[in-house]
DNA sequence: GTCTATATCGGGATAGAC
DNA sequence: GTCTATCCCGATATAGAC
């Protein structure tokens, strides 16, 4: 039988094609990749590409599939076990700032960088939107647990979207210095002061519920980054 | 004599080309922006666009020039009027927040979007580059006024960077929802917060110094726009 | 499933009349 | 300064041998 590693060949061929079409589309924008680069740089023959692909346009929706699937799977959703919500935030920060290092190509993808508006069709540009509305479920989620405003649906959606914009902020910032990490430190103090900011109690935070340490420190809480984020 | 008509209908055709120019380039990005797109939505033929501009990457450098002189007279350059901390922060922020709604394309061709590293040529990224780096120096500046942080440079590029962040990251929030708008509130809270995290003094803010006002007013101050903007 | 070869179209850029 | 007409190349996509 020589089916079975005529199919597995295949198979490897679809992985490689969309493994370089997510780097270079989300390097150089959907736009500006060619299909000849793409094969240039996979090796393979444009007619492959096309073979395992309708269009561009299907590559670029494939290649979103497959980058909501692996990031939704390093993300743990919103599950945040820390029994303190000093503990639940650096979890969820860490979290997300292991994501960002780990498979920053997808998240430029799914934030929707590498596209704008009519570049590619509309079935497309509906993926993007999914795909972009997935993650802010995934945040708002987990804000939600991580301060626990399961009753105050707008405090989560307003801190869900900080720190997505932060995240896309420094996604941004990563086309011109390609070093640049996701900051935890500024998230872990800002998102508390907006939830104070909103009357939500948020123990151990510079809120002027509890006067007892008037000095928040200037180190962090130094607590370990959560480790598992590595799949 | 009819030089002069000639040349303000040159002076002008060329500003029409770069008007147009900007807004599809904002929207569709560099790559996805062709010239037969810019000569059909102004009206002027192919040649005479490169009768003005020699090349695709002069007219995208031409355009980013005059962003930047167009966003920078709408930035009173870090003087901060305000004798509060309060004052000037919202000061600041409004001047910021009223950049961005009156010239959103020039933030956003400013900020780098509409490029992906290699799409132009190595000219165009320097000078985006340049423009990048000019809007960083006025954020840093102007925090730095803010906060009075002359001599805290780490915090000043801190809060910085996080401004333009969120900044970056609302104008990629445009690309799916035009009414997208920078929220002030949010910076309001979260950047006295950070400064009094490193140690900065800050009055009137949520911090265990004054518990007189909890409540900093949920309506802006109403600052006006700065006049003069719109040349 | 993969390759060579090719059709077709649109992009950037130029020539030269007016 | 503006227009018409054109060159050249690269991009998407397809045909058909292997």
Chains 1, 2 share one sequence.
Not at 56 to 66: D, F, M
Request: charged residues 20%.
């Amino acid at each position: 039988m020589r089916q079975a590693p005529a199919q597995d060949r295949g198979a490897r061929s679809r992985d490689a094609i969309l493994d370089t079409a997510g780097e270079l589309m989300s390097r150089h924008g959907y736009a500006a990749t060619s299909i000849s680069m793409i094969s240039t740089a996979c090796g393979l023959p444009v007619s492959s590409i096309y073979w395992h692909f309708r269009s561009k346009e299907g590559i670029y929706v494939a290649v979103l599939e497959r980058a909501t699937t692996v990031l939704l799977a390093a993300l743990p959703p919103a599950e945040v076990p820390g029994a303190d919500v000093t503990q639940r935030l650096d979890a969820f920060l860490s979290n997300l700032a292991g994501a960002f290092r780990q498979h920053p190509r997808g998240v430029q993808l799914l934030l929707g960088l590498g596209v704008v508006q009519k570049d590619a069709g509309a079935a497309a540009m509906a993926e993007v939107h999914r795909y972009r509305d997935a993650l802010v479920a995934w945040a708002r989620n987990s804000v939600s647990s991580v301060f626990a405003l399961r009753d105050r649906p707008e405090v989560a959606d307003e801190l869900a979207r900080f720190t997505l914009r932060m995240t896309s902020g420094t996604a941004v910032a990563r086309w011109f210095e390609p070093d640049v990490v996701l900051e935890t430190e500024p998230l872990r103090v800002t998102l508390p002061a907006l939830a104070a900011h909103h009357g939500v109690p948020v123990r151990g935070t510079p809120v002027e519920g509890g006067p007892g340490e008037d000095a928040p420190g200037e180190d962090a809480p130094a607590l370990g980054v959560t480790p598992g984020t590595a799949p």
